[in-house]
Structures are given as structure tokens and as C-alpha cells.
């Protein structure tokens, strides 16, 4: 007899048919396993949700109370048997809350990274390797010139450029779900001790992140008459608003972008960014390979990002793999803009 | 050399003029010699590396990479230096941490590829490579691949190094010429430490003196008898430079405006600088293409500028000459201390009595009153100009007793430009600017009609980013914003047909053809002179308008 499919790709996400249920399906499903807060993974509508505390706080506080109809919370590290299927998150390093999933029938373990990061950081918890049959990975830096500088480095350069510029204000776009949070901390890791200024659409994450006990400092929302006077200050907002009408009042703005992205200097370039800071919440090629290896897994599947690259390498170090093309994921930064518009 | 990198890094990311001129100041003042005069010779396009080339680096990064990988990372990335800086694979575990050497200065590099045989460069270069972050990498690549363009010019990081101390950035271009890398006397100079340095060149650049735009309406407070008037010449300003080296060797030397040395792309013009006749002189002008005997349009002289090498076919084709306005020095005497006459009649002898090929006078024009110039301006043909009217772009007024003041003094010399042409275009696209505008939609590309497969449309023609005031770019980008259609990136593109559409009042110096454009014209320094927000968008130009202005230089009517 043929091995019961455990997971398998489908148009709304990755579907477990034996449980029956769905982890970080795009569209509304009867029961969804959600990795964690960001608007391509988690979205509205679902029936049950199963997530970390924290992801379930993140999407009430996103969409509402009734995000969903029933939710479960589910505890790092401890197996929740989801139709006799074995179901377990694992912290995955990338934002508050988020994990990874491992799934397992008994004979077979899959483990489904959703996003995640190796790098330390101060805002959440640090991934764990599990070991597995099949690693189901994340790719959004899969290839080899994308290798994250140490985050201290990066926000020395915000420094830096303070020091030099203390006459203007120095605006940093960054996610609003976990970016933010982070480089708050890392700044003020670095000796930062003046207040950090943010913009409203970062506001309601930040406060979870404190009430949740990440110390950040002394944070202040930036109102309409304070744009002029803050010369010499960080200001945190999303990265759409540095180029909104919104960042015109302040004096002579520095644009900075803390994201993986701005290692590549022509998307840099195209975004008009001035100090771009290469400050990633997700694992660089180094780290995707280091991973894989860690797992064990023999196969991998690739779900979202450079996924060819990935399981090009993969195939060369002897693993079965393959390239999903999950369609929807990777757009934190549209769902950011839209939190910005409104 | 990774502190250089940085500041590279940063400097080309930086929009403000100011921003990078205090990056650079910085960087100066904290760097030791020599580096920051190898950085400052680097910046200022000064070094060259025989050996480094591109086929090598393509060479070490095939040598450490799966290719697969590499083709996709440079698909993605576009650029080869940046995809081999970050691509390129950290040394073993083994050589990194505490035991690892420090960083190779940037002296140490630029020692290094200097006295590397050619043979030896791939293993040198990728041991250099090793030592380096990623950001050492890319501007090591950019150095020796000849492609640092980092958004800084050889004047601003020459203005950064004048801030150290109190000197005009001017004072430092006198001296630029005779010096060498790395720049021990000029720092010295530059912080006050010692005296200004020596130079030994025999051929020097020396400072421009430039002049401000005036307008009809400020000549009344001016009295024309102190004036002298000239035309104003389409070409290049140039410094036609001959003077005689320690060893009695003659040196000749042509300098563009900024004082970057064009030598080698004009030997026509060289070639009679050398001869004998040319006596050690100075000589301020314009460089013009002249065909039989007559001054030919800016395009023709653009077939000459910002070529690598010199084309045979091109020089005999589009002959330059130098049409002379000015003599700065002649046989060691300076001349800059005297009057504009007295220099002007040391011109005249010079020109009469030396016969140099390829240089001629710029003719005086003699006027009575300011209305006559304003005839003269609207119609040079009338004045003298004969057929060379269309390569006229207005007048020259030099107060006769001016001394000859490097930069852009207010009040000896004048320029009147004649009347821009303009088009009436509609907006089709806007772009978001930078820096303090970056929030603003202020590029706009602007369109023609031309007979298209369904009826009329509109064709780009061209793009214009500035012409308008504050107040005016509030307006637009409202206008932008309320009319978008699609947007791609940073562009928006708006409604602009024949019932909707804005039309800007574009002005413009010249059309030329290009192939490179669908419309067929480029147009030079288009800028928006006018937002008619009266005006139908049926109602614009059409692109035949533009095609009748080739190589016209006259103003347009209408
Ligand atoms: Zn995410
Ligand atoms: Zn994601």
C-alpha cells in the first residue's frame, strides 16, 4: 500500500486531507493552523484557527474579535492531536508568536518552517531545528547574494548617519509586525536612549509587544505638530509612508528601509531610499542551507520566494526537492501599505 | 579600504548636494594619509589599472560558484561587480575570528594591483577579495572595472576637501593639474598646515571666470559704454593650455569647463596647440564644430564629446575648432590681473600675429544702446552673424574693466540667452522625485499628438523634472494623484487623451533626432515654463511642430 498523503499542495494553501485541515491557507477554510501574524499567513474568515497565543492576540487586534469563529491555543513544543494527526509549534525566530509546524502521522514528519530567521533577536523567541522526513521551507533570500550583515552593524549605521545629520530627521520604514519591534530594540541595544518616535500605523503591534514584556524604551506616536521639531530623532513607520505626503513635514528626512531587500543596491535605488539597512526577520542563504541540513530532512519542498535556486542546492547536496510556487505569500510589505493607508 | 567602501556606499545613496559634500568632508577629515588621497584620486577618476579587468573577475567567481546559482543571482541582480561582491564565498571558518589580519588599507590595494604582473592578478585578486566585507568588494570591483560612478563628482569631493580649512573649492582646481596621488601637500594645504603646494605642471588649468543669466528688464541699470558685447556660442567651453616642461619639452593641453583634461578625444585641435606657431599661452573659448568655414549646430559637435577613443572617420567629418574669447596668460605672464580690454587687445595680437590653425576670435559686436542688443538677441543673422545665426544661443556683456575672477562673480560679465523654443505637450506620466521631493510626483514625461492606427495619439517627447515653482508641484501632484490611471513602481501613468489631459507649456533648447526615442526627437534642457490648465489636451502641439524644428535654432513662432 502507497503512503497516505500527509500534506499536499493545494490552490488555497498546504492541506493535510487525514486531519483535514489547512496551515496558512490564503483563502477562508473550514479549520486553518496559522504560523504566525503576518498578513500573507494569517488572514480573516477562517472557522477554527489553531495558532500561538500570540498569533491569535495578533490577528484580533488586525481584524477584529471575530477574526474567526473558534480558536485554539497552541503551546510551543506540546503535540495537539488534530483528527489523529499529531500537530506541534515550534518557535520559528521570525516575529512574536510565530512558529513552525510539524506535522506527524505516526510513520511520517513533515515540518512546515512558514517564515523564519536564525539570526538572534531580542523581540522573540529563537528557532529550534526539528528533525524531519520532509522540511518544508520558506525562500524569500534563496540565493547566494543574499547574506544578511550582522543587525548591529546595520543600526550603527543609523547612528552614524545621527551623528552626522543631527539636524535631520532620520525616518526608518520597517514592517510594522515585527520589524519595527525589533529594530527598536536593537537600537536601543546599541545605547539609543531618547525617545523613538513612531507613526500611528505602528502603534497597536507595539503596545502588544510591550504589554507582552519586550522592553522597548520610552516610545512616542508622532502627532501632525511634532513632525517639524523631531531634527536628530528615529521615527519608525511603515515603509510606504517615507515617500508619503505624511513625511514632508519633517526636517530634511533621512530615508532609511531596515529589510533584507535593500542588500541589493538597485531596489534600493528604485525605492529612493537614502540609508538603506540590511536588517532581515528572515534566514539568508547561509542560513536556509545550515537549516536544512540541520533538520535531516531527505526531502525538501520549497514553498514561496526563490524556490528554484533553493532546491537547485538542495538537489546538488543529494535531496529530493521541489519547488512549490505557492501562490500568495510574500506581500508583508503590501499588506504593510495598506495598514499605512488606513 | 571597507571605511572607503562605506563612504562610497553612502554617498551614492544620498540625494542632498549638502549630504554628500559632508560624508565626503567627514570622511576626510577622519581618514589618515595617504588614504584619503588615494580615496580622493579614486573619486575624482584619477587612477586606472592595466591589468585588472573584467574577463578575471568573471574568471574567479566561475573558479567558486555552481553556475546555475551565479546565473540567477546576476539575473537577479543585474550588476556584475555587485553580484560577485555579494556572491563571493567567505574564506574557511579556519581564517575568520580573532587571528584574521585586518582589512588591506586602500593604499595597500592600489600598491598591490600596481606592482601585480599580469599573470599573477587572478590569485591577487582573489586574495584581496577574501580580506574584504561585501561592501569592500563591490567598490574594489567598481574601482578596477572603471565603472565608480558614485553619484559624487571630481568637483564635489574637491569642494569637501576645501571645507577642511577655508579655501574656495576654485583654489584648489589651480592647483589640481600639476599634483599627483596621494596628495600629502594638498591635505597639508587644504587643513592649514602648510603652504600652498607648488605646481610643477607646465600646463595648468586655470579657474573659469562664469557669468549670471540677465534679463531685459536689469539692463536699464546698466550703462552699455562699459560693455562689451560678443556672441554666445553653442558649444563647449573650453582652456586651450601650452606651456614648456623642466626639460624644455612643449606640453599642450585642453581642458573642459569642470578642468577635466579632453586632450585626447580633439587631436585635430591638439595637433595645431603643438605646432610652433602656438606660443606658451592660455586661451579661454568655446569648441565648435566648423564646416567650411561655418559654425555647425551643437549636434554636430555632440558626435565628438564623451567618446572613448578617437574616430578618424568622425574628426575628418566633424572638424573642432576653438573659437577664442579670452588670454589668461601668455609666455609666463599672467593675464588675468588685467582688464578685459587690455586682454582683449593681447587677443587680437595673439590671433593676428600667430595665425594658430583652428582658433579664430570671437567677434565683437558693436552696439550703441540695449534695444539694439535686444534686435541683435531676437535676430543675430541682422547683426552680423550671417549663416552661422543658428549655432547662436544669444549674447555675451563683459564690463571692459574686468579682471578676470575665477567662479561666477555678479556684476562684470553677463549672459543674455536668446528666447527658448516651446511646445505645448500634455502629461502622460509622472514619476516621484528625490530626495525633499521624494514624496512628490515631479518627473513628468509629456506627449505630442501624431497620427496614429485609430485616430490621433499621443507620443512621449520627452521629460522635464523641474521649470516650476513649490506652489505649482503641489498642484501637479495633486493633479497626478487625482488622474491616475496605472501605476508601475515610482511611475504613474495619467489620464491623457482628447477629452482629459493637462497640458504643460514645455520650453527647450534645441530638437535633435534620436533613434533611441519612439517619437523619433529628443529635445535638449526641456523644462515645464508654463501649467496651462486653460488649455484643451486636444489642443497640444503635434509632433510635426517638433520634427520642423531640426537642427533649427531659430526661436519658434507662436
Ligand atoms: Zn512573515
Ligand atoms: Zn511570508
Known amino acids: ?342 | 579600504m571597507n571605511r572607503f567602501a562605506e563612504l562610497l556606499d553612502r554617498v551614492a545613496f544620498e540625494h542632498s548636494r549638502n549630504g554628500k559634500l559632508r560624508l565626503m568632508a567627514d570622511f576626510f577629515r577622519n581618514t589618515p594619509d595617504p588614504d584619503r588621497g588615494w580615496a580622493l584620486a579614486a573619486i575624482t577618476g584619477a587612477l586606472t589599472f592595466r591589468h585588472a579587468k573584467p574577463a578575471i573577475i568573471r574568471q574567479l567567481i566561475a573558479e567558486r560558484t555552481d553556475p546555475v546559482l551565479f546565473a540567477m543571482s546576476y539575473d537577479y541582480v543585474g550588476d556584475l561587480s555587485e553580484t560577485v561582491a555579494l556572491l563571493w564565498p567567505a574564506p574557511d571558518a579556519a581564517s575568520v575570528g580573532h587571528n584574521r589580519p585586518p582589512a588591506p588599507t586602500l593604499t595597500e590595494i592600489i600598491e598591490l594591483l600596481d606592482e601585480t604582473p599580469k599573470a599573477d592578478m587572478p590569485v591577487a585578486l582573489g586574495s584581496l577579495l577574501d580580506q574584504l566585507d561585501e561592501t569592500g568588494r563591490w567598490a574594489l570591483l567598481k574601482l578596477i572595472t572603471g565603472g565608480l560612478r558614485v553619484g559624487a563628482s571630481a568637483r564635489l569631493a574637491k569642494t569637501a576637501l576645501a571645507s577642511l580649512g577655508d579655501l574656495e573649492p576654485n583654489a584648489i582646481e589651480e592647483v589640481w593639474p600639476g599634483l599627483a596621488p596621494p596628495y600629502l601637500d594638498l591635505f597639508a594645504w587644504a587643513e592649514g598646515r602648510a603652504p600652498r603646494p607648488v605646481t610643477s605642471d607646465p600646463a595648468p588649468f586655470h579657474a573659469p571666470m562664469l557669468a549670471h543669466a540677465i534679463e531685459e528688464a536689469d539692463l536699464a541699470a546698466l550703462d552699455p559704454k562699459d560693455f562689451v558685447a560678443e556672441w554666445k556660442w553653442d558649444g563647449i567651453r573650453v582652456q586651450a593650455v601650452v606651456g614648456h616642461d623642466a626639460e624644455g619639452q612643449r606640453v599642450g593641453r585642453l581642458y573642459s569647463r569642470t578642468g577635466d583634461d579632453i586632450s585626447a578625444a580633439f587631436p585635430d585641435v591638439m595637433e595645431a596647440l603643438c605646432a610652433d606657431a602656438f606660443g606658451d599661452a592660455a586661451i579661454d573659448g568655446e569648441l565648435l564644430v566648423v564646416r567650411a568655414g561655418k559654425v555647425d549646430s551643437f549636434g554636430a559637435l555632440q558626435q565628438r564629446l564623451n567618446r572613448k577613443k578617437v574616430d578618424v572617420k568622425l574628426v575628418a567629418e566633424y572638424p573642432a575648432h576653438v573659437r577664442a574669447y579670452d588670454l589668461l596668460s601668455e609666455a609666463g605672464e599672467d593675464l588675468r590681473t588685467l582688464t578685459f580690454s587690455e586682454r582683449r587687445a593681447r587677443l587680437e595680437n595673439f590671433i593676428a600675429t600667430r595665425r594658430p590653425a583652428r582658433f579664430d576670435l570671437s567677434a565683437r559686436v558693436a552696439f550703441q544702446s540695449w534695444d539694439d542688443i535686444a534686435r541683435y538677441r531676437r535676430d543675430p543673422a541682422s547683426a552680423g552673424a550671417g549663416e552661422e545665426a543658428p549655432a547662436i544661443e544669444g549674447l555675451m556683456l563683459k564690463h571692459a574693466d574686468s579682471i578676470y575672477t575665477p567662479g561666477r562673480p555678479k556684476g562684470p560679465w553677463w549672459k543674455w540667452k536668446r528666447d527658448p523654443f516651446t511646445v505645448d505637450a500634455v502629461l502622460m506620466y509622472a514619476q516621484r522625485g528625490h530626495g525633499k521631493r521624494s514624496s512628490f510626483y515631479s518627473d513628468y514625461t509629456f506627449g505630442c499628438w501624431r497620427e496614429g492606427a485609430q485616430g490621433d495619439e499621443l507620443v512621449p517627447v520627452g521629460k522635464a523634472y523641474f521649470g516650476f515653482t513649490d506652489a505649482e508641484l503641489k498642484q501637479l501632484d495633486k493633479w497626478v494623484r487625482d488622474h491616475t490611471t496605472n501605476r508601475f513602481g515610482p511611475v504613474r501613468e495619467v489620464e491623457a487623451n482628447r477629452t482629459i489631459g493637462l497640458v504643460l507649456e514645455i520650453a527647450f533648447e534645441g530638437v535633435q533626432r534620436s533613434t533611441r526615442h519612439k517619437s523619433g526627437v529628443a529635445m535638449r534642457f526641456p523644462r515645464v515654463a508654463r501649467i496651462r490648465w486653460d488649455k484643451p489636451s486636444r489642443e497640444a502641439d503635434r509632433l510635426e511642430a517638433l520634427e520642423a524644428l531640426i537642427g533649427e535654432r531659430k526661436q519658434m513662432s507662436g
Open chain 1, 1 to 342: 500500500m502507497a503512503d497516505p498523503i500527509l500534506l499536499t499542495p493545494t490552490p488555497a494553501g498546504l492541506y493535510c486531507p487525514a486531519g483535514d485541515f489547512y496551515i496558512d491557507p490564503v483563502r477562508a477554510t473550514p479549520r486553518a493552523l496559522i504560523t504566525h501574524g503576518h498578513a500573507d499567513h494569517a488572514r480573516a474568515g477562517h472557522g477554527s484557527v489553531l495558532a500561538t497565543r500570540q498569533t491569535l492576540d495578533i490577528m484580533a487586534l488586525r481584524y477584529g474579535e471575530n477574526f474567526c469563529e473558534t480558536r485554539q491555543i497552541a503551546k510551543y513544543g506540546e503535540g495537539i492531536n488534530v483528527n489523529g494527526v499529531e500537530v506541534t509549534f515550534h518557535p520559528a525566530g521570525h516575529v512574536l508568536g510565530s512558529a513552525q509546524i510539524c506535522v506527524c502521522d505516526g510513520k511520517k514528519r513533515i515540518v512546515v518552517s512558514g517564515d523564519y530567521k536564525r539570526e538572534q533577536d531580542p523581540t522573540c523567541p529563537p528557532f529550534e531545528p526539528i528533525r524531519c522526513d520532509i522540511f518544508i521551507s520558506e525562500a524569500t533570500f534563496a540565493l547566494p547574494v543574499f547574506r544578511h550583515p550582522d543587525s548591529r552593524r546595520e543600526v550603527g549605521k543609523l547612528l552614524s548617519s545621527l551623528a552626522l545629520f543631527p539636524e535631520r530627521a532620520h525616518l526608518l520604514g520597517a514592517y510594522s509586525l515585527g520589524k519595527a519591534q525589533r529594530m527598536m530594540a536593537l537600537v536601543r541595544e546599541a545605547g539609543w536612549d531618547k525617545p523613538i518616535w513612531i507613526h500611528g500605523a505602528v502603534e497597536k503591534i507595539t503596545d502588544y509587544y510591550i504589554r507582552e514584556g519586550v522592553d522597548l524604551g520610552e516610545i512616542r506616536k508622532v502627532t501632525a505638530a511634532d513632525r517639524p521639531k523631531l531634527a536628530g530623532e528615529i521615527v519608525l513607520c511603515p515603509p510606504s509612508a517615507i515617500q508619503d505626503l505624511w513625511s514632508r513635514k519633517f526636517p530634511d528626512p533621512v530615508a532609511a528601509f531596515a529589510s533584507g531587500w535593500m542588500r541589493v543596491r538597485a531596489r534600493a535605488r528604485q525605492r529612493g531610499v537614502e540609508l538603506p539597512l540590511i536588517v532581515s526577520d528572515h534566514a539568508d542563504w547561509d542560513d536556509l542551507c545550515a537549516t536544512i541540513r540541520e533538520t535531516q530532512c531527505s526531502e525538501l519542498w520549497v514553498t514561496h520566494g526563490e524556490a528554484d535556486a533553493l532546491a537547485h542546492w538542495a538537489s546538488t547536496i543529494g535531496l529530493r526537492a521541489k519547488p512549490l510556487h505557492l501562490v500568495g505569500y510574500g506581500d508583508e510589505e503590501e499588506a504593510a501599505s495598506d495598514e499605512a493607508a488606513a
